[in-house]
C-alpha cells in the first residue's frame, strides 16, 4: 500500500471518529517511514481531537504547526531532553537531518540540550551549528477540519460509574460506622 494510500485511509478513519484505528496505521507507517514529516504531522492531527497535547506536540514537534500548548504539554510529560530526544524516534539524529530548516534547528537544538554537543551534519552545518529557541512564535495554527479542537476527554461511562459507586459505598460505610457510635 503507497503512503499516499495509507494516509488516505488514516484520514477516512479520523473523519469517521476511528481514532485508535487511525493512530495504529498511522504508526505503522512512521515505523518504515520515520523521517517522513508528513506522516508526523498526520499523527499529530490524529491526537488533537482526543485532547492528548502531549503526543501531539511529540510528533507535531519538528513541524512548524506546533502550538505553544502542544510543545508545553510535551515537555510537562517528558522534562528530561534525553528522554524527548528518544521519543522522537528520529533515527540517528547525530548524523541524519530532517528535510526542512525549521525541524533541523529544533532537532540540533534538542540534541545540543540532550548531549551537550551539536549533531554533524556536513551538509547544514549552520543549522546544526545554530542554537534555536524550540518555542513556536506567533499566532497558533488553525486546526483541520477533520481534528476539532475538544476539551480533555471525558471519562468513559463505566469509569465514571465505578467511581460514583466506590463514594457511594465510601458514604455508607462512614454512615455505618456513625450510626455504631450512637449506639
Known amino acids: 500500500m503507497s503512503v499516499e494510500s495509507t494516509l488516505a485511509r488514516a484520514a477516512a478513519e479520523l473523519r469517521a471518529g476511528r481514532h485508535p484505528q487511525a493512530r495504529r496505521r498511522l504508526h505503522g507507517l512512521l515505523s518504515g517511514r520515520p523521517t517522513d514529516l508528513t506522516v508526523r504531522r498526520h499523527l499529530a492531527d490524529a491526537y488533537r481531537p482526543t485532547g492528548q497535547w502531549d503526543e501531539s506536540g511529540r510528533w507535531n514537534y519538528l513541524d512548524e504547526a506546533l502550538s505553544p500548548d502542544e510543545l508545553a504539554a510535551f515537555e510537562r510529560r517528558f522534562p528530561d531532553s534525553a528522554r524527548r530526544l528518544r521519543v522522537l524516534r528520529w533515527p540517528d539524529p547525530a548524523h541524519h537531518p530532517p528535510s526542512t530548516p ?8 534538542l540534541y545540543r540540550e540532550a548531549t551537550g554537543t551539536a549533531p554533524d551534519w556536513p551538509e547544514h552545518p549552520e543549522d546544526a551549528a545554530t542554537p534555536a529557541a ?50
Do not use: I, N, Q, S
Open 102 to 109: 525549521l525541524a533541523r534547528r529544533r532537532l540540533a537544538a
Open 134 to 183: 524550540t518555542r513556536p512564535r506567533g499566532p497558533r495554527p488553525v486546526r483541520p477540519a477533520c481534528a476539532p479542537a475538544v476539551r480533555a476527554p471525558e471519562l468513559p461511562p463505566h469509569r465514571a460509574a465505578l467511581r460514583l459507586t466506590l463514594a457511594l459505598f465510601g458514604a455508607l460505610l462512614l454512615l455505618t460506622a456513625a450510626l455504631r457510635v450512637l449506639v
